[in-house]
């Protein structure tokens, strides 16, 4: 079964600098990747997702991501964020074609805060 | 053109209470989930069902039981509620399994 891993749980960075959240998944077989954002008091919704073709995908906000098979990484990406980007940013991975194992799979979240 | 709705947005229970959170989409989705968020802990999925009628565990199904008797809709319920189960709960539905997915606003939980 799939796995996601995001190793930075909380990220601080000062407005306008650029940012890089990292995500790692583990499975055998093809995956589809997404990033979703969760601002306070509310719910997810989609930022970006790979599910075949260009490897660096844009989102919203000007957010993008590079899906790396061999390292087996999604990170995103911003080049400059403002103070509205702070919020919680989850990573979530399915396995393609595989019965039982379509459904998303969430990483624990990370935290950015953005620093005036 | 709502989405995703639940009801209700937050409630108290004492334990051994019993409730049910209803989650509603109008964008004719087959497949609905319901997920509890902890902090530090992402979201888990507790039940999903692939089309009316159909509901499934998932990683973290005991202590609940749902019920999938309209495709609009999806209903969690607590028989007797533990403080273990003070959560935030998000419903989400999809067009397709593996594909995106639309989630609600979130239903604030807490057992005393």
């Known amino acids: 079964a799939q796995s996601v891993t995001q190793l930075d749980s909380q990220v601080p960075v000062f407005e306008e600098a650029p940012v890089e959240l990292r995500c790692n998944y583990s499975s055998s077989v093809s995956v589809y990747l997404f990033w979703y954002v969760q601002y306070p008091n509310q719910g997810l919704q989609l930022l970006l997702k790979?599910?075949?073709?260009?490897?660096l995908v844009k989102g919203i906000n000007g957010f993008e991501a590079e899906f790396n098979k061999s390292q087996t990484s999604f990170h995103l990406r911003k080049p400059s964020v403002h103070i509205s980007d702070t919020a919680e940013y989850f990573c979530a991975v399915s396995e393609s074609g595989v019965f039982g194992n379509e459904k998303l799979t969430f990483g624990t979240g990370t935290r950015l805060t953005i620093i005036p | 053109n709502a989405g995703v709705t639940q009801t209700p947005k937050f409630r108290v229970l004492k334990t051994g209470q019993s409730m049910t959170l209803l989650c509603a989409q109008d964008?004719?989705?087959?497949?609905m989930y319901w997920y509890r968020q902890d902090p530090g802990m992402g979201l888990r999925l507790i039940h999903y069902?692939?089309?009316?009628?159909?509901?499934a565990k998932g990683e973290v199904p005991d202590g609940y039981n749902v019920s999938r008797l309209k495709k609009q809709n999806f209903l969690l319920g607590l028989e007797s509620a533990a403080p273990s189960q003070t959560s935030v709960y998000f419903c989400?539905?999809?067009?397709?399994?593996?594909?995106?997915?639309?989630f609600g606003p979130g239903t604030r939980l807490t057992v005393l």
């Open positions: 069902s692939v089309g009316e009628g159909t509901t």
């Open positions: 790979y599910l075949s073709g260009s490897t």
């Open positions: 964008m004719n989705h087959e497949y």
């Open positions: 989400a539905s999809s067009y397709t399994i593996a594909g995106e997915q639309f």
